[in-house]
């Protein structure tokens, strides 16, 4: 787990506090296949630019999602949405079809051993602050 994650989950588990992350999918990288295209993917200008300057090491990571997707007969959607409810109270989904919804739901019931936990975190770099993030700092 990065030190910046690692970090919150201790301080929130300790203050009793919630951590409730936004792009819980990454703009859709999550949620997609490789190379598989979206009106979203192709449109959303601040996506774009705060996903495509790190899309080489993001890949290796959403390859892991989608070969434990396929290995639990789930969708990505479901393997992302259910680690990250491993690490926070409840995500925000942005969801912008109903079957969006549909897989944040079934999410809950995924279940990943401490393995696949791992599998997915490992090859995890923070990324830099884009936009007004950058600028808050």
């Known amino acids: 787990m990065p030190e ?4 919150a989950t201790i301080y929130h588990a300790r203050a009793s506090s919630a951590m409730t992350p936004y792009s819980a999918l990454a703009s859709g990288r999550l949620a997609k296949h490789p190379g598989e295209e979206s009106k979203r993917l192709s449109e959303d200008i601040y996506a774009k630019g705060k996903y495509d300057i790190t899309h080489d090491e993001d890949l290796a990571i959403i390859h892991r ?3 434990l997707a396929e290995k639990k007969g789930v969708s990505m959607t479901e393997i992302s949405l259910a680690w990250l409810l491993t690490k926070v109270t409840s995500p925000i989904i942005g969801a912008t079809k109903p079957h969006n919804i549909d897989g944040a739901v079934k999410a809950v019931a995924v279940k990943l051993t401490d393995e696949e936990i791992i599998y997915l975190e490992e090859l995890y770099k923070p ?4 936009g007004v993030m950058a600028e808050n700092k």
């Open 4 to 7: 910046t994650l690692k970090f």
């Open 65 to 67: 999602v989608e070969e």
């Open 127 to 130: 990324h830099r602050l884009v």
